[in-house]
């Protein structure tokens, strides 16, 4: 099966800019993750759906990131304006389900963000 | 709340050796465990896990790691190291709260075997 897709790969901006992620996971799972890593750090979620819906939106820094799956397939992430603290790597996980007995998480390559 | 501590930032072993990567947890109810490898400019891939059943889990590429409940440990071994496992290692935990699941990590080990 073909795996979670990411892009782009990478993206270097300037403070203050917006910048705009795209992930398609694999075809026919229903949940959809977002994960900052931070340079050192372990993956932190930022937001996670299930088909079009937010279930989990937590941790992220809303006022200046949104996300959307809007017909429960791919995925956007966006940040707007960009900090310098946003500089990691933004990786795009999948789930056939909500349970991960049978399956576990699925992870792109990730989109590394430099802001300058 | 759910948590993984990875104690070790780096581990360094010799090729052919036996290589252990640590992980602690702490969680309430019964632990999911994970383990995930990451190479450079790469996802994460996914090792092994384990969720129930017998303590030695058996995964890929050689892996295996073992699951102690009086120790809250889920450490991760091979029996013999090879340079291409030189990679950043991330244990990590279910969370399940409010019904729906998402992984907890570690801050990641980096293990470098040397030839």
């Known amino acids: 099966e073909a795996g979670v897709a990411q892009s782009p790969r990478y993206k270097i901006i300037e403070k203050r800019q917006s910048v705009a992620f795209w992930c398609n996971p694999i075809?026919?799972?229903?949940?959809l993750y977002w994960y900052q890593q931070i340079l050192g750090q372990g993956p932190k979620l930022l937001i996670q759906?299930?088909?079009?819906?937010?279930?989990?939106d937590s941790q992220l820094p809303k006022d200046r990131f949104s996300a959307e799956r809007l017909k429960g397939v791919d995925s956007t992430l966006k940040i707007q304006p960009a900090k310098l603290e946003d500089s990691a790597v933004y990786l795009c996980a999948s789930n056939p389900s909500r349970d991960f007995y049978n399956s576990p998480l699925h992870f792109g390559n990730g989109t590394r963000l430099t802001v300058t | 709340a759910q948590s993984v501590a990875q104690p070790e930032d780096q581990v360094n072993v010799a090729e052919g050796n036996p290589l252990t990567v640590k992980c602690t947890y702490s969680?309430?109810?019964?632990?999911?465990l994970f383990w995930y490898v990451q190479y450079p400019n790469r996802g994460l891939q996914f090792l092994l896990k384990y969720i129930t059943g017998d303590n030695l889990v058996k995964g890929s590429y050689g892996f295996e790691a073992e699951f102690n409940k009086s120790q809250t440990s889920f450490h991760l071994k091979k029996p013999s190291a090879l340079v291409s496992d030189s990679a950043l290692y991330f244990c990590?935990?279910?969370?399940?709260?409010?019904?729906?699941?998402?992984?907890?990590f570690g801050a990641g080990t980096r293990l470098a075997v040397h030839p």
């Open positions: 969680v309430s109810g019964n632990p999911y």
């Open positions: 990590a935990v279910r969370d399940g709260t409010g019904g729906y699941n998402k992984l907890i």
């Open positions: 759906f299930q088909n079009n819906g937010v279930v989990d």
């Open positions: 075809s026919g799972h229903a949940t």
